[in-house]
Nanobody, 120 residues
């Protein structure tokens, strides 16, 4: 399984970014986005069941972040709007073998290398 993230970068407060995660060799039914800021534990941001599209969004980003998928491209996205300095973190894409799309990162089996998002 290979998960490759892209789309991170530096943005001003209130700006937007869209992250992409291209999956290969993955046949599970749940993928998600997680983030980790320096000195903090990794936390769940948003998850999506595949292919039905049911989502779970963390309260801290609800109303600002949206997770979506392109089944044909085997890619999930994280649209991030109204970004805040506290959104600064390394963002990771992950997939799990199980079917429950939890926000708990310990339940995920496959991880990408991460993409940095900096908001200032």
């Amino acid at each position: 399984v290979q998960l490759v993230e892209s789309g991170g970068g530096s943005v001003e407060v209130g700006g937007s970014l869209r992250l992409s995660c291209a999956a290969s060799g993955y046949s599970g039914s749940c993928m998600g986005w997680f983030r980790q800021a320096p000195g903090r534990e990794r936390e769940g941001v948003a998850t999506m069941s595949l292919p039905y599209g049911t989502t779970v969004i963390a309260d801290s980003v609800s109303g600002r972040f949206t997770i979506s998928q392109d089944i044909g491209k085997k890619t999930i996205y994280l649209q991030m709007n109204d970004l805040k300095p506290e959104d600064t973190a390394m963002y990771y894409c992950a997939g799990r073998s199980g079917s429950m799309c939890l926000l708990d990162p310990s339940r995920y089996d496959y991880w990408g290398q991460g993409t940095q998002v900096t908001v200032s």
